[in-house]
């Protein structure tokens, strides 16, 4: 029975501010005081982000979802749902661009210093975060809305900032619930990093109601 909760997009008016706000992190991690300014200048920062807070409060909901279930709270917030990549809405998205042709899905990705780990590279934990999410569209993509259930992360050099990085995903034919999915990760001249991960199509959960789907699974 695979799980899935009510599809709502974002509003469209969330991407320009998820950018905003993403390039905000990014100069934060490249921010250094380096003037006499710098300390007053943060603290003007601090204070035009308190006021953005306050403005858009009244638009934000509880920290409970809210996804139709018995018992939910009818003012949970939205979970916004159009696949397994973050949304743009959200300011941590990664800007992957990706298809899927005959089974196959091919993509790129350029991710900045927000996701820096090693000195002008992308930080592993974020490379397994890219991996979980790429696996899982392409399984989404080829008919299995699987959830994870292992990943393998094979790093094979240091994967660079600001490079254009491409991508090639494969599965294997599904055994009952289970697939495995596997992935390249590569920039024009060397590989970076590889993935193999098992993926599960869920069960109906104990009461059976609410977010998962009357398909047999």
Known sequence: MPLRPPMREAPLALAPLADRVHALIEQLVRTVDDESAFEEDVRWAVAQLDAVRARLAPHARRVELGLGR??????????????????????????VEMTTTRGVSTGSVNLDVAWEGPPGCVHGGFLAHLFDC?????????????????????????????????????????????IKTRAEL?????????AEGTFIVPGRPPGGAGVWSDAEG
């Open 186 to 194: 590569r920039t024009a001249s060397m590989l970076c990093a590889e």
């Open 134 to 178: 790429i696996l899982g569209q392409h399984n989404l993509n080829v008919g299995v809305p699987a959830m994870t259930g292992s990943l393998e992360v094979r790093y094979r050099s240091p994967t660079p900032l600001h490079t254009d990085l491409t991508f090639e995903i494969r599965s294997d034919p599904p055994e009952g619930r289970k």
């Open 70 to 95: 018995p018992g939910d709270p009818p003012d949970g917030r939205p979970y916004y749902l159009t696949g397994v990549l973050i949304g743009r809405h959200h300011a941590m998205t990664m800007p």
